[in-house]
């Protein structure tokens, strides 16, 4: 069996894709965003709380260590803690937060903890499994303020709040460079699954080789009874971020006609909701002296067509044009999209207030939609194209 070895505890030391076995079973449709989900909590717990998984241990080595009255989230993490290490790739960047937990698994004593290791049987005990995970607990605080985590996690946040401003002050350029625009607003995702194989994302797990070394092999997590292998742009940021540069290069190739007077553009991109999925929003602006209103059709269905072919016909896309409270919002005089008089303070102030959409600030919420694992850590969540092809 291949494996990548990690010596030294070295979240920095991993091998090429080309060493790594590619017999392993994929990302199943909903896996990745439930142990995602869940590692996002528990991390949070450990973060906000001084709360400890259990208020008191067994007295005897035989009895098991009981939820209690203690941090419940904690707590239930215990046994997902071996599995969340399947959400690390060491080729891509992670927040302080996460990266936090990846580091420090590997480098305390509880990431030993296995049934049937041999060499760590003593660890099967169940209240020194969970003495060693309380300690672990206090390390990954300790270490969380060895690393300043909670400073980086607010320059993350503070970030993307500043993607905002930036989406204001491009509009503002716009204003004024045009008379007259015509607004698109599409998202761009993926299909939910996908049958070829060089479509999914295989799962991989680390175990411990020695007490210095560890190594990337295939998950052995459990498939369900009909497994669906989940579309892998779904799941990596990486190859998201491909298909959006795809979907603007070769302006003059068959969809010239798209770009010709598209003078501006928007993509932010996040992650969704319960489903945890990459997906885009898209704003795209025309020249409203040259696109009117009648040409909208055209141009959605010439958007949603080419970005459905730069993913291989795995994109798909909602038209917000078609939100059902649209002849509402019309009727009421406050509907965005389409036409837009860049000399009228009412359209600008609605456009500004309805991109704002486009930069969710609430952290906290479960359905947070920030992206916390990019390909690399200079990579753009915020795109803008200002100005006609060239």
Same mark, same amino acid.
């Given at each position: 069996m291949n494996a990548c070895i990690t010596p030294g505890f070295s979240p920095g030391n991993s091998c090429p894709p080309y060493e790594r076995n590619t017999d392993a079973r994929f990302w199943e449709v909903g896996e990745y965003s439930a142990l995602y989900r869940t590692l996002i909590r528990f991390i949070s717990e450990v973060l906000e709380t001084c709360e400890m998984p259990f208020n008191? @241990? =067994? $007295?005897?080595? &035989?009895? =098991? $260590? #009981? !939820?209690? &009255?203690?941090?419940?989230? !904690?707590?239930? $993490?215990?046994r997902h803690c071996r599995q969340f290490m399947d959400l690390y790739e060491p080729r891509w960047s992670y927040t302080a937060d996460l990266k936090l937990f990846f580091d420090c698994y590997r480098e305390h004593p509880f990431g030993l903890v296995e049934p049937g290791m041999g060499a *760590?049987?003593? *660890?099967? %005990?169940?209240? @020194?499994?969970? %003495?060693?995970?309380?300690? *672990?607990?206090? *390390? @990954?605080? #300790? %270490? $969380?303020v060895m690393r300043r985590v909670r400073k980086h996690l607010a320059d993350w946040k503070a970030g993307i709040l500043l993607q905002r401003q930036t989406i204001h002050e491009y509009l503002a350029e716009l204003y004024a460079l045009y008379r007259w625009l015509l607004i698109v607003r599409i998202d761009h995702s993926y299909k939910e699954d996908a049958v070829d194989e060089h479509d999914l994302l295989p799962r991989m797990s680390w175990r411990p080789y020695s007490t210095r070394q560890w190594l990337q092999v295939p998950s052995d997590a459990a498939s369900s009874l009909e497994p669906v292998g989940e579309s892998r742009a779904r799941i990596d940021t990486g190859l998201a971020m491909e298909d959006r540069n795809r979907f603007f290069k070769n302006q003059h190739g068959s969809d010239w006609w798209l770009f010709e007077h598209m003078v501006g553009s928007v993509w932010k991109m996040e992650v969704g909701g319960l489903s945890s999925a990459n997906h885009f929003h898209g704003l795209y602006v025309f020249d409203g002296t040259k696109w009117k209103i009648s040409d909208l059709p055209r141009l959605i269905n010439g958007l949603i067509h080419r970005w459905s072919s730069v993913t291989r016909d795995l994109g798909q896309s909602y038209s917000c044009h078609d939100s059902p409270g649209r002849q509402r919002l019309i009727e009421k005089g406050t509907w965005v999209l389409g036409e837009h008089d860049c000399n009228n303070p009412a359209h600008r102030k609605r456009l500004d207030t309805y991109v704002n959409y486009f930069v969710k600030t609430d952290f906290e919420k479960e359905d947070a939609q920030a992206v916390r694992i990019k390909p690399t850590s200079g990579a753009n969540t915020l795109t803008t194209k200002l100005g006609r092809r060239r």
């Open positions: 008191c @241990l =067994p $007295a005897s080595v &035989t009895e =098991p $260590a #009981q !939820l209690g &009255t203690g941090n419940r989230v !904690l707590a239930s $993490a215990m *760590f049987d003593r *660890f099967n %005990e169940y209240v @020194l499994v969970a %003495e060693v995970y309380h300690d *672990f607990i206090a *390390f @990954l605080r #300790q %270490e $969380a």
